[in-house]
């Protein structure tokens, strides 16, 4: 098993918004706090990280970077950030230049509205002008739940800038039934009040958050990681509702957004890392995806949720470097039992 060191348990139009000098209580000065937390956040679990901004079309946005060996690219989920990858960056930075990358709309990316856009071309166009912008030919892709679809449908229509693609937790689009406390939010009678909610996020709202949709384990979530994805919320809470709506009806997944049958047609080798207790979909979903695709391998983590590298950091960077490497996975990775923090 690999050892991890130093683990850790804002009128929006799509593109770049004018930053101007700050003002205290200005959204300009609470994005240098941010800044300056996230960097504390990342000096402790993710030592010698470097943070850059790179433009794309749609505005510019952030990329945490670990490392100095063949590049490596971390895709967050909806309502997300790239720092939520800090606790498995050094584990994957002995290998990789790991380049962690806020979404449009999320983390310290600028402000996105996705109201009127075609999401999966969104998708396309975000990550080939990245990977452009990187002078970046390929990369291999380790991506979570929204970014999961994003990543599928880019190395489905790009497969040649994609090698491999790992995907951590059940990936949005794989079915159109949503947690009970995503649907709430999308229901009329309820959206103000649950969207009034989001606007004013506490640490302890974000726990219960992620406990009821997230991890297996929030008490392993510390206190400074829970703390930035509050303000991370509270910064970005517009932009995520643009999305939400444009993803999600009453019914679940929009139906345009479903995979369904394109998984017979991945060509690029495929690894799904599944929690066992993840909210969005059980792990029998991943293994039904499996039998229609050769090229589509399950691995499943037990006592872990749908961000499954919090719950399981080991395992999962494990089942990360077996899939890049095209190894073989030996069989009692499933069986074992995930290391508490």
Not at 281 to 307: F, K, Q, T
Request: contains cysteine; charged residues 20%.
């Amino acid at each position: 098993m690999t050892a991890l060191p130093g683990r850790c348990t804002t009128g929006l139009h799509p593109g770049s918004m004018s930053n101007n000098e700050a003002t205290p209580g200005s959204a300009s000065s609470r994005d240098h706090a941010f800044e300056r937390a996230q960097a504390a956040y990342l000096d402790r679990c993710a030592p010698g990280h470097r943070t850059r901004r790179v433009r794309w079309s749609g505005g510019t946005t952030q990329i945490i970077e670990l490392g100095e060996g063949p590049p490596l690219l971390l895709l967050h989920g909806g309502l997300g950030e790239a720092i939520q990858w800090a606790n498995i960056l050094p584990a994957l930075a002995r290998k990789h230049r790991v380049m962690a990358v806020d979404r449009p709309g999320h983390g310290l990316a600028d402000p996105f509205d996705y109201g009127e856009v075609d999401l999966l071309a969104c998708a396309r166009r975000f990550l080939g002008e990245l990977l452009d912008a990187e002078g970046l030919a390929s990369v291999p892709i380790v991506a979570a739940s929204m970014g999961g679809l994003w990543s599928l449908d880019f190395a489905l229509t790009h497969p040649q800038r994609v090698p491999r693609l790992v995907l951590t937790g059940a990936p949005a689009g794989v079915t159109r039934t949503l947690p009970l406390q995503m649907r709430l939010g999308t229901l009329p009678v309820l959206k103000t009040l649950v969207r009034s909610m989001m606007r004013q996020p506490t640490r302890d709202s974000t726990r219960a958050f992620w406990k009821q949709l997230l991890v297996a384990h929030p008490e392993r979530l510390s206190d400074d990681l829970v703390d930035l994805l509050t303000e991370s919320q509270r910064r970005n809470a517009p932009s995520w509702f643009t999305l939400i709506d444009r993803a999600f009806d009453v019914r679940g997944m929009k139906k345009g957004l479903l995979l369904t049958g394109r998984w017979k047609d991945l060509p690029v080798p495929t690894t799904l890392v599944w929690g066992e207790r993840d909210a969005w979909g059980g792990p029998a979903l991943g293994e039904a995806i499996a039998s229609m695709n050769p090229r589509v391998r399950m691995v499943r983590i037990p006592d872990a949720g749908h961000a499954v590298w919090m719950d399981a950091p080991e395992l999962v960077v494990e089942a990360i470097e077996g899939a890049l490497s095209g190894e073989e996975f030996v069989h009692s990775l499933t069986a074992r039992r995930a290391s508490p923090s």
